[in-house]
């Protein structure tokens, strides 16, 4: 069984990895896929915004299919269509071969965001201890691998497509071999042990909570809105950091492409780090430390005066954001044991909410107000976070106005169930 479970975190380790990497090769490459299919600047919204809304469809659908299918045969197949569909941006030359190349990329990386951390999910619940950060870390390195293969690209003035074609064809045969040892939870065995509480937990009655559809919006909602907070400060970094340090903090263009890369490499350690800090002190203390961390990088970034002072803020930017994500899908999984797939297909629509609303909600502030006041606001989303810290308790029994929670096996059974 410690080979099947081994196996099973190192492919689904390197399913994160090819994931991050493919994902900063898209997003880091926008301005020559823009040059390339000649996409207005009018125009280029509608698309990057159409790849969050279907890829939440995707999200959605993954739900209904879990229902039928296991989450492994699903990120074994949408993984290989999102390398295809970044292959296929580069391969075209006409907007609607761009399109229908972004409308699958999105669809497939909605089922492949849920269905990887749905067995990151399970996997944790059956080795006894927190390992979801670890999966996020690989993440973190993929993206950082990716945005320096572009960057490469870019240098060299190679073609989206000489760019992307080495890259798909190393990833795409080792994920599908890899996704040979994927471990659906229960796969390993019939009784699956609870990451933070060391408690038993029964598969097969999971199984009936499951397939009853005890999930409670009540329940979920607080995670759920961490996720968009959390999402609303991640894209903050990745769409304004270099024009905030150029335009605001007056450094050279080069170094304002500095930051980015400072955020993902701090948020590769953080997440390296944080298993450990959860299983010392638990997952609230880390969820807590963490909103702190990044809310005071905001803050720094706000009143910066010069370049070298906003490196720091988004340093700490990347330490404080890193845990919160990985915790919210790990404390979904405690919270609906047996519909811990369902809870956590939902949760990961609010992923690409928080995209959607942070990029456009820091523009339109700094356009009426200023860039440095438009920083405080996802430093107050981040702040609330605290307020919510609760749910990320191994056994939540109580809300924060001392309401008693309705044990998971109840849920469901009034009203309130979805």
């Known amino acids: 069984m410690t080979d099947v479970l081994r196996r099973g975190r190192a492919s ?11 994902f900063a090769l898209l997003v880091t490459r926008i301005p020559a896929i823009q040059d390339r299919y000649g996409v207005s600047d009018a125009l280029l919204p509608a698309f990057l915004a159409a790849v969050p809304i279907l890829a939440g469809v995707g999200s959605v659908t993954t739900e209904q299919l879990v229902k039928r299918i296991r989450p492994s045969r699903l990120l074994r197949w949408s993984q290989p269509v999102v390398l295809l569909a970044l292959l296929g941006v580069g391969a075209g030359d006409r907007l609607v071969e761009l399109a229908v190349a972004l409308g699958a990329f999105g669809l497939a990386v ?10 990151g999910v399970s996997l944790q619940r059956t080795y006894g201890r ?76 999971g199984k009936g909570q499951g397939e009853s559809g005890a999930l409670v919006f009540r329940l979920l909602l607080p995670l759920c809105l961490v996720m968009t907070f959390a999402y609303i400060g991640d894209s903050t970094v990745s769409n304004w950091s270099a024009k905030y340090l150029q335009d605001v903090l007056g450094s050279s263009e080069q170094l304002a492409t500095v930051p980015y890369n400072v955020y993902m490499v ?63 899908f790990a404390a979904a999984g405690r919270l ?64 924060g106005d001392g309401h008693e929670r309705p044990r998971t096996a109840d849920v469901g059974r009034g009203s309130n169930g979805l």
């Open 12 to 22: 689904l380790a390197f399913s994160f990895f090819a994931q991050g990497a493919t």
């Open 336 to 399: 609906f044991p047996g519909a811990s797939d369902a809870a956590i297909a939902r949760l990961n629509i609010f992923n690409y909410v928080g995209f959607l609303i942070g990029s456009p909600l820091v523009g339109a502030l700094g356009d009426a107000w200023n860039y440095r006041g438009a920083m405080l606001v996802p430093m107050v989303l981040v702040l609330a976070t605290l307020g919510y810290a609760r749910s990320f308790a191994p056994e939540p029994d109580r809300y």
């Open 110 to 119: 909605g089922a492949l965001d849920a269905s990887m951390n749905m067995l």
């Open 266 to 328: 701090m948020t590769l350690v953080g997440r390296a780090v944080g298993d450990f800090g959860v299983r010392r002190f638990g997952a609230v203390a880390v969820v807590r430390l963490g909103a702190v961390v990044a809310a005071l990088g905001f803050g720094v970034v706000a009143v910066a005066p010069g370049a070298w002072v906003g490196m720091l803020g988004f340093t700490l930017l990347g330490l404080g954001l890193c845990v919160l994500v990985p915790q919210t």
């Open 130 to 205: 927190s390992i979801m950060l670890g999966f996020h870390a690989t993440y973190s390195l993929g993206g950082i691998v990716g945005a320096s293969l572009a960057w490469v690209g870019a240098h060299w003035h190679l073609s989206l497509f000489v760019s992307y074609l080495p890259v798909v064809l190393v990833l795409l045969p080792a994920a599908f071999v890899g996704s040979r040892w994927y471990v659906d939870g229960g796969a390993a065995s019939g009784l699956e042990v609870d990451a933070d509480t060391g408690g038993n937990v029964d598969a097969e009655a």
